[in-house]
């Protein structure tokens, strides 16, 4: 298993924020579908404020890039992507790595 960790900052709006942990609570199946299809076991989010913490584990021969690049072409990423940066400050058509920064693991 390979895990990654990411990090981004989400607009300075306290309801734009209770509104993005809402649409967290119900993540529509078809994105939690992609994210099995293309190896992600499990995706957790957690949040400190305007702060949030990815925690990303997949399967041993995932390739981010690879993998994040076909997980976009599946059904509904692009829309549940474009729904969901309106809370993260960015562009719609934005890419996930313009969003998210990796994390270096230190210890």
Not at 34 to 55: A, E, P, S, T
Not at 86 to 101: E, N, R, T, Y
Request: aromatic share 12%; glycine share 4%; hydrophobic share 40%.
């Amino acid at each position: 298993m390979k895990r990654y960790c990411q990090t981004l900052t989400l607009v300075d709006d306290e309801q734009m924020i209770k509104s993005y942990v809402e649409a967290h609570a119900h993540v529509w199946p078809e994105i939690i579908d992609g994210q099995r299809k293309v190896g992600i076991l499990d995706m957790q989010i957690y949040r400190k404020g305007r702060m949030l913490f990815m925690i990303c584990d997949t399967i041993d021969d995932f390739d981010w890039q690879r993998d994040m690049a076909r997980l976009a072409t599946l059904p509904r990423q692009a829309e549940w992507e474009a729904y969901v940066s309106q809370f993260q400050g960015c562009a719609p058509d934005a890419p996930s790595s313009a969003k998210w920064q990796m994390m270096e693991r230190i210890f």
